[in-house]
């Protein structure tokens, strides 16, 4: 596609319940990132991807949070036992380039609402 | 630690003038800056980036100045109209190739 693709747009979960969030990058991207927005605030980094590799997972907020890439192309975001705290936009962005060198192209993000 | 700042949180202008944004950064290491724009329900768009062996880069009606002795960013914003209002953000890239964001500055442009 043109940019990156996130899906679903908006997500309602009770607490306690699993969400899955995907995100397709633009194409031959090798670097994918997933950032999490509070409202208000600006972007806080989660993960970092080359490829299929995660190499860096220091902002995922606790073990709830998991990310993975298996093919290097397409990622998906699990939060599992979502707590309300987890409310925020879930942006993905990715960049050609290894590593964040060179500008992030952002998805327009999944809004996480727990109830 | 690291932090990237910015003085004004909300900034009112008259369509046409022009615009100032700034932003303070705190580790004198980062060597590349992005600014995005972000408007209501859609991601961060790329404004413009400028590595720190510049001090000045412009683009389309925007220039963004590093002044790297008192880690200082700044967007400019020339003639500015209705459709630049959004929220900006400068993004900072630390030794980790993360980009750390600031909490934004909120342009709005009176018609």
């Known amino acids: 596609g043109a940019g990156v693709s996130q899906s679903p747009r908006y997500k309602v979960a009770k607490r306690g319940q699993d969400v899955a969030l995907r995100c397709d990058p633009i194409?031959?991207?090798?670097?994918l990132f997933w950032y999490q927005q509070a409202l208000g605030q600006g972007p806080e980094f989660l993960t970092y991807?080359?490829?299929?590799?995660?190499?860096?997972k220091s902002g995922l907020p606790s073990d709830r949070f998991f990310a993975e890439r298996p093919e290097g192309s397409v990622s998906t975001l699990k939060i599992q036992r979502t707590q309300q705290e987890d409310s925020a936009v879930y942006l993905c962005?990715?960049?050609?380039?290894?590593?964040?060198?060179?500008?992030?192209?952002f998805g327009n993000g999944t809004r996480l609402t727990v109830t | 630690g690291e932090s990237v700042g910015l003085h004004l949180p909300t900034l009112s202008v008259q369509e046409g003038d022009n615009s100032i944004i700034n932003c303070a950064y705190s580790?004198?290491?980062?060597?590349?800056f992005i600014w995005y724009k972000q408007e209501s329900g859609k991601g961060p768009q790329f404004i413009i980036d400028?590595?720190?062996?510049?001090d000045k880069r412009q683009g389309q009606r925007v220039t963004v100045l590093l002044n790297k002795t008192v880690k200082h960013l700044s967007l400019q914003i020339a003639a500015t109209q209705p459709g630049d209002s959004a929220v900006y953000f400068c993004?900072?890239?630390?030794?980790?190739?993360?980009?750390?964001f600031g909490t934004g500055t909120s342009l709005t442009v009176i018609p």
């Open positions: 962005a990715s960049s050609w380039n290894r590593g964040g060198n060179s500008p992030l192209h």
């Open positions: 194409s031959g991207h090798v670097s």
């Open positions: 991807f080359q490829n299929e590799a995660q190499l860096d």
């Open positions: 580790n004198s290491a980062s060597d590349y």
């Open positions: 400028i590595r720190s062996n510049m």
């Open positions: 993004a900072e890239l630390n030794t980790g190739n993360q980009f750390y």
